[in-house]
Antibody, heavy 114, light 108 residues
Framework: QVQLVQSGAEVKKPGASVKVSCKASGYRFSSYDISWVRQAPGQGLEWMGWITTYNGNTNYAQKLQGRVTMTIDTSTSTAYMELRSLRSDDTAVYYC???????WGQGTLVTVSS | EIVLTQSPVTLSLSPGERATLSCRASQSVSSYLAWFQQKPGQAPRLLIYDASNRATGIPARFSGSGSGTDFTLTISSLEPEDFAVYYCQQRSNWPMCTFGQGTKLEIK
């Protein structure tokens, strides 16, 4: 079954870091790039960045530059998104998506609260 | 950054009616526009890509049109499961993209 399965919900304190995983199965991981999108509670969708699974090249949203890092582990067909220096307005559901957004993970809720 | 403006913000219709959703870009995106449907607690679902191409498994009642700066998603005859939030997305400067703010399609 072709799917993306994300890691579970996280609760973090302001200033901390979070790392969300996105494990691919049912297809050749290196054939499709991975994008990350987040959605704050009751809000719209925000593009965060993209990583090519071929060689790990990345492209990040300007507003997140310096705080976000996207990586891949081809041995486990997993993509990762790490966000540092968390703030309350980083509270959101974080999604990974494949191949022009035709396949999405189930989402990971990250809550930033003191 | 290319800004996408969706209208209306909320659309109230009854099952069986025709729905017309609009997405306007602040500058030309050619045909690099997609539409997504999102239901509460679920990930978005790709409906239309490259302005007018239905994604795999999407019913024929969904259609997209437009190019340049003005785009339309049409649902020809609403089914109960179509009531959701719809987002447009531009990909003219891939891999970067932006989303519209969404249109909520609600039951009248």
């Amino acid at each position: 079954q072709v799917q993306l399965v994300q890691s579970g919900a996280e609760v973090k304190k302001p200033g901390a870091s979070v790392k969300v995983s996105c494990k691919a199965s049912g297809y050749r991981f290196s054939s499709y790039d991975i994008s990350w999108v987040r959605q704050a509670p009751g809000q719209g969708l925000e593009w965060m960045g993209w990583i090519t699974t071929y060689n790990g090249n990345t492209n990040y949203a300007q507003k997140l530059q310096g705080r976000v890092t996207m990586t891949i582990d081809t041995s486990t067909s997993t993509a990762y998104m790490e966000l540092r220096s968390l703030r309350s307005d980083d509270t959101a559901v974080y999604y990974c998506a494949r191949d022009r957004y035709s396949l999405w993970g189930q989402g990971t809720l990250v809550t930033v609260s003191s | 950054e290319i800004v996408l403006t969706q209208s209306p913000v909320t659309l109230s219709l009854s099952p069986g009616e025709r729905a017309t959703l609009s997405c306007r870009a602040s500058q030309s995106v050619s045909s690099y526009l997609a539409w997504f449907q999102q239901k509460p607690g679920q990930a978005p679902r790709l409906l239309i890509y490259d302005a007018s191409n239905r994604a795999t498994g999407i019913p024929a009642r969904f259609s997209g049109s437009g190019s340049g700066t003005d785009f339309t998603l049409t649902i020809s005859s609403l089914e109960p499961e179509d009531f959701a939030v719809y987002y447009c997305q531009q990909r003219s400067n891939w891999p970067m993209c932006t989303f519209g703010q969404g249109t909520k399609l609600e039951i009248k």
